[in-house]
Structures are given as C-alpha cells and as structure tokens.
C-alpha cells in the first residue's frame, strides 16, 4: 500500500465555452451579507468577495452561487427583493459586480446568481404602486390580492399559515388582503399576469447580458397558482395530491411553460445559460421534471440532507438519484449544508436519534442542550467523511461557505441579535421554523483570521456575532494546518477532475454492512467507513484519507484509491 497526496498531473479544466461545464462542477455558495466585509459596515460586499477571489481560486471550485445581494430590507435575508436589476447599496454598485465576475471569470470561476422569482420585497416599486393603486386596478394583478371574509372582511381570505408561521395573508389600508407564502414583507407574485412573466424574462437578460453563467431559482415549485372563487381550508389542501400536477399552490404542471420560456431565452446564449431548481416536491419524478433539458435543466436534490449518517440510506439515495439523472439526460446534484440548513458536522455531532437533518429537536439541542451532548469532534470527523464520498460521486457538488473549515452551526445567538424571520415570526406559535432556531446560526460570518475583529471578516463588528471558538475554524489557523479541513477539501477539489471523465460509478459490493465501496470509470475507488470499527482496507494507493490510515479503514473514515 503506497499513499501519495501530491498532485503531479496536469488536468484538463473545462474552459469558459464549454456547455457542459454544469455538470460535474463543484459549485460554492457564498452568502455575500456574510462572506467577506471590505467597507467595514459589518456587511459582507461584493468587494470584500472579489478580495478573496485568490481564495476560491485556490479552492478549487468550478463556479460560486451568490445568494440575493439585491436591494433588500432584509426581511428575510434578501430573499425580500425591492429591485431585481441592481445591487444593494450597502453590498455594492453595479460596477462592483461587473468587477467580480470579470475576476471570477480571469481565474475560470463561473458565477451562478439566485433568482427570487415567487414573492418581490414589500418595498418593490410594483408592490407599491399596487398599495397605492387600489382595489381591482392593473398594478394589483401582479400580485395575488383578495378580499376577506367576515362581516366586513376582516377575516383573512382562508387559514393558511405562512411557511414562517402566522397567516399567509396580510391585510391593507383599502380592506383587501394579500397573499405572501413567506413573510408578511413577501407579497406573491400573479404568475398568470404577463407583465410578471415578461419582467422576469427582462432581468435574466440583464444578467446574462452582464456575463453570469448561470441562475439559481427559488422556491421553483411555487409560482404558478390556481386560486379557486373559493378557498380551499388548510386541511382541504393538506388532503390534496401534491404529485397531481394540479394541486392549487405548488408544483402545477403550467410551471413548466414558465421554465420553456426561461430556456429559450439561456439557450440564445453561447454558451446557453444553465439554471437549478430550488423545487420541494413530492417525488423524484415530479423533481426531474424542473431538471429537464427543455426547462432548468438541473434541479437540487436535498435527499442527503434529510439522511442520517448511514451507509444503508446513503446508498439508496445516490442510486435512486442517479437513476434519475439519467431518466432527464440531467446531471444529479449533491448537497449537505445551505443557508437554510443547521451546517453538517454540526448535524453529524448530534446523537444519532437526532441527527437527521432539519428536523424538531435539533433546536433543544443547539439551544439548550448541554455542551457535551453535541460531539463536535466526531461531527467533524464524519462531516469529512460524508463530503469526500460526496464530491466522489458524479454530478454536481453544491458546496455551502465554511463547510470547507469544518464549521460548526453557532447555535447561541442571544434573540435581539437574531435576524432571521423563520425565527421571529415562530419563536412565540411554536409554528415549523427551520429546527427552531432559525437560520442565523449558519449565516454568521466566516472567521478569515484567528484573532482581531471580526475575525478578519471586516475591519469591525460583524452583523451576527461571532462565537469565541471561530478561532480554531479560520483559514488562517487551518491554512497552516497539513490536517485541517480546508487543505482536505483542497486536495479533494483538485483530484476531483480526474474523476470525471463519465458520469457513471459502479458499486462493489463489500462484507461489512457499514462500508460503502464505488469505482469511478477511471479507475479510482471511494470506499467509506461509516461505522465506528476498522474495517480492511481494499488494495490501492491512497490518493485521499479523511483521517489516519493505516493497514485498515478506521471508522468513520473515506479514502480515494488509484489502482
Ligand atoms: C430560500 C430561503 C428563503 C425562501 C423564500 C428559500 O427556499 O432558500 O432562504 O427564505 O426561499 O424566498
């Protein structure tokens, strides 16, 4: 057995013109309120991201996803847009952003933007025009308003919840009520109207004009609606078929007519602009239908955040999803943490009954819990094992800013700092809220440096206040670190493209029930251990080890093999 962790040979990157780059790339998602803060404002901005563009180059990714840096009130971290053609003035200007994505670009980056195309801000110019416009006026029809019901219709239309807790529908000062999936400051849109469908079509194009490679679309599943005179109740709808294609709010069939649309428009484009559907659906039948080539392309696929870490359930979704990926001539996509998710290593710490991704209880536990109930070693330690089989994988690896540190959730943030609606409106109605505490805990800012403010985010204070044991987790500390997270994560990233010559693995069966072993065409194995005992350990060179190895795979432990 030899090991050999230095990369000698020289790999192919896929160029700037090659279409098909999407479908095997490592795509990085930098949440720019919370990357990196060159103004000193205590706001990640578009400058601060393009100061670290060395960074990311270094990295080893393929493209990075910037989540909204739209003017925003920031009711729900900028997923609230006032304006869809600009930039927030407190993350930067228009001239900053050509700058980033010419730097991305200069160092064979692509730049994936998220599109927020179910719900505008409240301080949109339409929504606004709509308040002041009136009952039954055109500037009203571009969103979803209703009158109530009650004597005098004060009673909200229906009793649907937000997903944020509360009502879906919030009243104005004329009587009539509109409805907002998300928070009250989310009006819907009325993706019947054609003004919203040609809007939409215009700020692709501004985008794509401005060179962007790609877009990532929110809440998918969500835009086209069919209201009925009368409103279904909230049981009513529960009781539906959501997988129908004809369910009133989510995942109707009509959608995909919007997404043709979007395709010919990214297909006027040389080369085409790629799109992935952020689209919570029912099944994966339902879910390859946004990846289709005539629609997105390619969809998320959330099935490993959900899952334990657990040979038997991993397996059965990597085959599922690649089988599904071949169905739709897409390419699957893998994906641990976001910005919506308590971060990985944190999930893999908690006890096993627990850890299974976004579900209750994970908020006693970060909140409440006892500091020893969360193993942040061994969340750690498995975090690395479960991302080294992931980026193995073929497909798209969508990776979340500081999973490559090894980053822990912070999960005390004192309330009056918290900014995240999931939080706010759900604290007090015990309503489903993203694990109960929000989502705040993975936005806080990176730590860049082990000392000083911010931790090297920016000059002062950060927005979300950062916990004291960042220290340990910053690119600085783990830089120096041969072991640390960040140089794993590197190392993988450069191999990677050696993986890919197909997008096919094969499974090798093997005795011990913990173990899942695959081979890549070009010859390579990944082989995890994700039970607690050594197992043997297949012939091979190791070209990648999460952890020691020696003449056996230590649990919870991945290598790579080159035969
Ligand atoms: C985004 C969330 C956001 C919601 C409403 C989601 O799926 O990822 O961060 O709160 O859409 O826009």
């Known amino acids: 057995m030899t090991s050999d962790t230095t990369v000698t040979q020289k790999i192919e990157l896929p160029t700037r013109e090659d279409e098909t780059w999407w479908r095997q790339a490592a795509v990085y998602q930098i949440y720019p309120r919370s990357f990196a803060d060159l103004n000193g404002d205590g706001i990640g901005d578009l400058r601060g991201i393009a100061s670290r563009v060395p960074y990311l180059a270094e990295l080893g990714i393929d493209a990075v996803w910037l989540s909204p840096f739209y003017p925003s009130a920031l009711a729900d971290g900028g997923y609230d847009v006032a304006d869809y053609r600009d930039v927030d003035s407190r993350i930067g200007t228009l001239d900053d952003f050509d700058e980033l994505v010419d730097a991305l670009h200069a160092a064979n980056i692509r730049v994936v933007v998220d599109i927020v195309p179910n719900h505008s801000s409240d301080q949109h110019a339409w929504f606004q025009a709509a308040l ?3 009952r039954g006026s055109a500037e009203r029809a571009r969103y979803i308003f209703r009158e109530g019901g ?5 009673l909200p239309p229906s009793d649907w919840e ?7 529908w919030t009243r104005v000062a004329d009587g009539q009520w509109y409805l907002h999936t998300f928070a009250t400051e989310q009006p819907d849109f009325n993706w019947d109207n054609r003004e919203v469908r040609d809007d939409f079509l215009t700020t692709l194009r501004f985008w794509a004009d401005r060179g962007v490679d790609g877009f990532r679309v929110d809440v998918a ?3 086209v609606k069919d209201l009925p005179e009368t409103l279904p109740s909230r049981m009513e709808l529960d009781a539906m078929d959501a997988a129908s294609g004809s369910h ?3 995942d109707r069939d009509e959608v995909h007519d919007v997404y043709a649309e979007w395709r010919a428009l990214f297909d006027t484009y040389d080369p085409p602009r790629t799109a992935v559907a952020e689209a919570h659906v029912s099944t994966p039948e339902r879910r390859a239908r946004y990846a289709s080539a005539l629609g997105l392309g390619q969809a998320f696929n959330f099935d490993l955040m959900g899952a334990d870490f657990d040979a038997a359930q991993f397996r059965a979704i990597v085959t599922e999803n690649l089988a599904q990926a071949d169905l739709t001539g897409s390419s699957s996509t893998w994906v641990f943490s976001n910005h919506d998710a308590t971060r990985h290593a944190t999930r893999y710490g908690l006890p096993p009954a627990r850890g299974t991704g976004q579900k209750a209880g994970t908020a006693w536990m970060l909140a409440g819990a006892p500091a020893g109930e969360i193993d942040l070693a061994g969340g750690v330690r498995r975090a690395r094992a479960a991302t080294m089989f992931l980026l193995g994988l073929p ?7 500081g999973e490559e540190l090894g980053l822990h959730e912070v999960g005390v943030i004192p309330g009056s700092r918290r900014q995240d609606p999931a939080y706010l409106r759900c604290a007090d109605t015990g309503a ?3 694990d109960g505490l929000g989502r705040d805990g993975c936005r806080v800012p990176l730590p860049w440096r082990s000392e000083g403010a911010s931790f090297g985010f920016g000059p002062g204070e950060s927005h979300l206040p950062q916990p004291a044991w960042f220290a340990q987790y910053s690119v600085e500390a783990e830089d120096a670190d041969p072991d640390s997270t960040l140089n794993l994560y590197r190392h993988a990233l450069a191999l990677r493209h050696r993986l ?7 499974w090798i069966e093997t005795a011990a029930r913990d173990v899942l072993h695959y081979r890549r065409p070009n010859g390579w194995e990944i082989v995890t251990n994700f039970g607690a005992d050594a197992v043997a350990l297949p012939s091979g060179r190791i070209v990648l080890a999460t952890g020691p190895v020696t003449d056996t795979l230590p649990g919870e432990t991945t290598v790579w093999l080159a035969p």
């Open 150 to 154: 009650g004597e005098r219709g004060e």
């Open 248 to 250: 009133p709010l989510m």
């Open 221 to 223: 599943h969500l835009l």
């Open 132 to 134: 002041a416009a009136g």
């Open 500 to 506: 890919q010559s197909a997008e096919h693995l094969e």
């Open 432 to 434: 489903w809220s993203f």
């Open 395 to 401: 497909g798209s690896a969508y990776l979340y800013q």
């Open 162 to 168: 937000s997903m944020f807790g509360g009502s879906a």
